[in-house]
């Protein structure tokens, strides 16, 4: 089958990775792609938020499938796209309808579509500028801190979590008043919930589902958790404190009425539901859902799949994920993430990376890197993502950072301390 793989970062890289590992594999296109997808497949420079060139793309190369990696595609109607043309209509997107990902696209309608179907998450509430004063109103009802998300995608920047509650009704203000444009013309509020987060990752045909292996990763620049939130600094699976008892929970209380909800609203949905989950005295909430795999969570869950990922999106497509065999690897897999100087601030692009010949029992996962006349260059703020495996996350991580020393640019930083919170 000739594959087309939408997206640039390390999500994209680990997902073609394992594609490329398929026989049922013919050519495995990535759209941008980076220095390291080239490796697996073809780089093609096509714009996927053009739909109709991703369009031209598909039939000019035969290709059999297409992948969505990233959310905005996604929430823009790609797979709509697809399902309403007439001669691209049979070919698969793994991906949910525009519908289906309002669930990431918009945390109102997530909210409301969990309140519908009984799933545990925090009390909110949603605003408009209108309803201002009723939100200011609200925050006084809510203790200490105080939870403030852009209803609409805000690049990663559009959840405040705030201690002051005159510094949390002024950022409410901000929010309503374009702080992040059209993504804050609603704003949820939500009550805080103490817990330890993970995410969990299911596929699904709309249908039936698999549970892949769950993550848990480490947002803050800074170790020790501090510093500024970040696409994501490395991650861990599978997550010591996920035992068997508490992930049948999630199985019972939020797996299952997530995936009848979805069937019961009638929405045509073939891809990925990420479940970024909370654990609050051994019950799980949900904090939000993605409707596509987490980066850098993707770097460790998908090297953990031992079955044919391909032959997965295939049944996927068909409807017929139930008849599938599933397999796990029960290694310990963890990632750590190298990045820009300065990220997630500004920082400087185009440093040479050396030390590839010298990695040792790892995997390189590229981010932000690109290929120029004298190699391999940053091309982003988070640049490599060092994955490995182990007996447990700590043998896993041992091997992480005897690499992270190996591969080198000007400027490179990483956390010393994934995993730091895990016994």
């Known amino acids: 089958m000739n594959i087309l793989l939408l997206g640039s970062g390390g999500r994209e890289h680990a997902i ?4 490329s590992q398929s026989n049922k594999i013919g050519k495995l296109f990535i759209a941008p792609g980076n220095a390291g997808t080239s490796e697996v497949g073809v780089n093609v420079q096509l714009e996927i938020s053009n739909f109709s060139s991703v369009k031209e793309f598909v039939l000019e190369n035969k290709v059999e499938m ?3 990696g990233p959310e905005q595609p996604l929430v823009d109607g790609i797979a709509d796209y697809f399902l309403s043309n007439d001669d691209i209509k049979e070919i698969p997107v793994i991906g949910p309808v525009k519908a289906g990902a309002l669930l990431e696209g918009s945390k109102d309608f997530a909210k409301e579509f969990m309140s519908k179907y009984n799933i ?17 109103k609200f925050l ?5 801190p105080y939870v403030l998300k852009a209803d609409g995608l805000a690049a990663g920047k559009g959840v405040l979590i705030l201690t002051d509650l005159n510094e949390a009704k002024n950022s409410l203000a ?8 059209e993504a804050s013309e609603k704003v949820v509020i939500e009550e805080f919930l103490d817990g330890i987060e993970l995410s969990v990752f299911v596929i699904t045909d709309g249908k039936s589902y698999k549970i892949l292996p769950e993550a848990k990763d480490y947002k803050r620049i800074g170790e020790g958790d501090t510093g500024l939130n970040t696409g994501g600094m490395g991650a861990v699976s599978p997550v010591p404190f996920a035992d068997k008892s508490f992930m049948d929970k999630v199985e019972r209380k939020v797996i299952q009425p997530t995936i009848d909800g979805i069937r019961k609203e009638g929405i045509n949905y073939k891809g990925f539901v990420f479940l ?16 596509r795999m987490g980066d850098p969570e993707t770097e460790v869950v998908i090297p ?3 079955s044919d990922l391909l032959d997965l999106f295939i049944h996927v497509g068909n409807e017929t994920l139930d008849k599938v065999h599933f397999e796990i690897d029960d290694r310990s897999c963890t990632t750590v993430m190298l990045v820009s100087g300065g990220y997630p601030e500004e920082y400087e692009k185009g440093m040479l990376i050396t030390g590839f010949d010298k990695i040792e029992k790892s995997f390189l996962f590229h981010a932000g890197t690109k290929e120029s006349n004298d190699g391999t260059e940053t091309n982003g703020g988070r640049v490599i993502a060092i994955s490995s495996y182990g007996v447990d996350h700590k043998e896993a991580l041992k091997m992480c950072y ?5 591969v080198d640019f000007k400027g490179k930083y990483y956390r010393k301390d994934i995993g730091f919170d895990l016994n």
């Open 16 to 19: 073609a990775w394992k594609l």
């Open 66 to 68: 297409v992948i969505v």
């Open 120 to 136: 545990p998450t925090a009390k909110y509430m949603s605003f408009t500028k209108a309803t201002l004063d009723e939100g200011k």
């Open 140 to 144: 006084e009802t809510l203790s200490t």
């Open 174 to 181: 901000e929010m309503l008043g374009g702080q992040f444009g």
């Open 276 to 291: 970024g989950l909370i654990k609050v005295d051994d019950e799980p909430y949900v904090i939000e859902y993605n409707v």
């Open 304 to 306: 953990r799949i031992k």
């Open 402 to 406: 005897e690499n992270a020393l190996k």
